[in-house]
């Protein structure tokens, strides 16, 4: 199953109570304290991981909560500190405070480890407590509670490209050709419900990483359809793909301006995000002239829209899945615009 939002509680341990001793021993007669300090609570760790790809694990279970510390004991024996809880999350997960909102900690990097919460510190036992003064104190300190925190996380994949497009244009036929994802595909629209990744091996040195999400529609940004809920699995992305279809009742330019317009409503910076563009489905043997020509028209009415706008094209291309044309091609300008963007 995959989840990519939950709010769990997480809490760190409570330091462990510094104890009251006295020292009893035979032929000892002013024997004094003698008590042990309790044990510091463990703290609480995230850990980003790349053999976990959802947070599905966090699902059912809503607190989270790291060992005490031990209680101290007397012959200064100190108390064991509290076990540490170490939370496994996948690459791209992000902490957020779920009561302010605000993000605490952004984990994109595999075996990044983050300290998030500290245990509570042991408390002293009544050895430190002797003075000239006081020779037999009788007292200790109670252990710091740990700390809790309500929290919301949410996974945002990360990936070089990203696909956008309306349902069964395409996307996954593509992803699943040109790389090692295998999403499921049919003859029906929203056959993709969640969001794929894929490796995309362009030569024998480089490559990089495609995501997928479900097909976006009119009104997606107002929470129609599927792809609002996974349009920030691509914000991370250096450069968008809009795959376009040319057997739609819309026209390659009314879907490029719907696309937009939706990505615009959902996230500025996303809109504003590097492209490029990718009319698929051009399989000439199946069509006849008629097709052949009305594609013409529609495609030269997108370029000249393109040519017309602030932010051009970084390239447009015809490309057809099935019958593998154009893929190579395709390949070497995603990865041209990768290193771009990287760069």
Known sequence: MFIDNVQILVASGNGGAGAV???????????????????????????????????????????FCAKNGENGLGRNKNGKKGEDLELIVPQGTQIFDA???????????????????????????????????????????SGIKGEKKLIRLELKLIADVGLV????????????????????????????????????DVDEYHSFVMADIPGIIRGASEGKGLGLEFLKHIERTNFLLFVLDPLRELSLKEQFIILRNE????????????????????????????????????????????????????????????????????????LEQVKKGKA
């Open 21 to 63: 001793s006295f020292r009893r021993e035979k032929h000892v007669p002013l024997g004094g304290p003698d008590g042990g300090d309790g044990g510091r609570g463990g703290n609480v760790y995230f850990l980003c991981d790349n053999n976990t790809h959802t947070l599905s694990h966090f699902k059912g279970k809503k607190e």
């Open 99 to 141: 009561q302010t909102n605000e993000l605490l900690l952004d984990l994109t990097q595999i075996g990044e480890k983050k300290l998030f919460l500290n245990g509570g510190k042991g408390g002293l036992g009544n050895t430190h407590f002797k003075n000239s003064i006081n020779q037999r104190p009788d007292y200790a300190q």
């Open 263 to 334: 990505l615009e409503n959902f996230s500025k910076e996303l809109y504003q995000r590097e492209f490029g563009i990718m009319i698929s489905k051009i399989d000439s043997v199946n069509f006849g002239q008629e097709f052949k020509e009305n594609l013409l028209q529609n495609f030269n009415q997108l370029q000249n829209y393109l040519s017309d706008l602030n932010h051009p094209e970084n390239f447009l291309m015809q490309i057809s899945s099935l019958e593998k044309i154009g893929l190579k091609e395709l390949k070497f300008k995603l």
């Open 165 to 200: 497009g309306f349902p069964n244009v395409g996307k996954s036929t593509l992803i699943s050709v040109i790389s090692h994802a295998k999403p499921e595909i049919a003859d029906y629209e929203f056959t993709t419900l969640t969001p794929k990744l894929g490796l995309v």
